[in-house]
């Protein structure tokens, strides 16, 4: 077992990028449990990977005996954050938002225990923030702040200087809103510590000053790192856009395939952030990784890990089996939608369906393409070296019919141990 404070594991794993008070890590372990919050924006509805470090964030907090909120910005959404974007967000309607924030709602509660002495609260701030008046916030709160502090805030003097986009004051007024729905849950809830990424520094900030000028109350802000690739990239993109959690937006088999083709230079670092395996195992894991890296075993445990907690062990399941179905394993129980996405670079093949029953699988491949020749095709099948649907062609007249599908319209074929051709029935 790993020993230490909370703040010793967040380190360890490199959670912690700044934090408001040097007094914090020693609070945590004093004065439990502590409430704290972090915001989740309901730009769709779903999050992405992006989003799975503050969670976690949150969930090692709740481990540790303090008392997380997840806070849904159904409310804030509605004007979105400008920190550190190079343009304005699309206005998205009351109705847009609140569908995204239910769908983010399913989510976060996979990942935190709503139930027992220190469960966790889901929230959502458009229950506050749209119901305030704007003359009363506009004195309450609006004159706590001063926009010289404000455009010295980073994620705006950017904005700011770009003449070409510049700022609207509606996303000038983001960390207002942002500061407040600090002050409420403390006022409401007793909340000590907001957390977030890097880049909600300002607004973090902005909520402490708001909660000591109108309460004198002592509140605390942590920040979690740009979560970035060894040379530099962006994580969590791929060529097709963002790794969602929602396996209708990116299906659990690339879910699994993102993680296991993650780089030497950032599989340690991932399992540190993305799991929840003992130091002693992933310290164990990298020194396995170290003398074999050919064997690719931290990336298999990295990619099993995360699709387990985000997809639930049968979900993994599923995910294997198409995996090892592109090694010559068994593609029985593979849906169309898996093996379509299993084989998306394989060259395919279309056979008319009226093909069953007039000709031998030899016929219908050579006129469909497949191969170029019957004689290659039977010469192929005699050295043992075609397989249909994972099994091996032992008849040079093995006909072609119904029952050489693997489902309703699709069958696989290898030709030696690792060209494969998608066979289509139309």
């Known amino acids: 077992m790993s020993t230490g404070t909370l703040f010793d594991t967040l380190t360890w794993r490199g959670f912690v990028n700044q934090y408001t008070d040097p007094a914090l890590p020693e609070l945590l372990e004093r004065e439990k449990p502590f409430t704290l919050y972090c915001g989740f924006d309901p730009t769709a509805d779903s999050l992405h990977i992006g989003s799975l470090l503050p969670i976690l964030g949150l969930a090692h907090f709740q481990r540790a005996g303090h008392r997380p909120i997840a806070l849904v ?3 804030t959404g509605l004007i979105g954050d400008p920190s ?16 995204n924030a239910r769908g983010i709602r399913r989510q976060l509660e996979r990942f935190l225990d709503f139930e027992g002495s220190r469960a966790a609260l889901l929230l959502n701030n458009a229950e506050w923030l749209c119901a305030l008046p704007l003359i009363e916030f506009l004195r309450d709160v609006g004159k706590c ?25 509606t996303e000038f007024s983001y960390s207002l809103l942002q500061a407040y729905d600090f002050y409420h849950l403390n006022e409401h809830h007793g909340c000590r510590l907001q957390i977030g990424g890097s880049d909600q520094w300002g607004n973090i900030v902005s909520g402490i000053d708001l909660i000591r000028r109108k309460t004198g109350r002592e509140t605390y802000g942590l920040t979690f790192p740009l979560v970035t ?3 530099g990239s962006k994580f969590g993109k791929t060529e097709s856009g963002n790794v969602w959690l929602d396996p209708t937006k990116t299906s659990p088999y690339r879910f699994y395939q993102f993680w296991i083709n993650q780089a030497d230079a950032d599989v340690g670092r991932y399992l540190r952030y993305f799991t929840f395996l003992e130091r002693e195992e992933i310290e164990a894991l990298e020194q396995v990784h170290a003398e074999a890296p050919h064997l690719r075993q931290a990336q298999k445990k990295l990619a099993e890990e995360v699709t387990r907690m985000v997809h639930g062990s049968d979900v993994l399941e599923g995910a294997l089996r198409a995996t090892a179905a592109l090694f010559g394993g068994d593609l029985r129980g593979l849906d ?10 394989a060259p395919s093949a279309t056979i008319p369906r009226d093909r069953f029953g007039a000709g031998t699988l030899v016929d219908a491949l050579t006129d469909a393409g497949v191969f170029a020749s019957k004689g290659e095709a039977r010469r192929l099948i005699r050295n043992g070296g075609i397989y249909l649907n994972g099994q091996r062609i032992e008849r040079e007249d093995a006909p072609w019919t119904s029952e050489c599908l693997l489902t309703p319209s699709l069958a696989v074929l290898r030709v030696g141990k690792k060209n494969y051709h998608l066979l289509r029935v139309v």
């Open 84 to 99: 550190f974007k190079a343009q304005e967000r699309a206005m998205l309607s009351r109705e847009q938002v609140e569908h």
């Open 73 to 75: 910005g159904g409310g």
């Open 145 to 169: 702040f001063t926009v010289n502090v404000m455009l010295s805030r980073e994620s705006v003097r950017q904005r700011i200087e770009d003449r070409e986009h510049g700022m609207s004051f």
């Open 336 to 345: 169309e939608a898996t093996l379509l996405e299993v084989f998306e670079e």
């Open 229 to 231: 690739k060894a040379d």
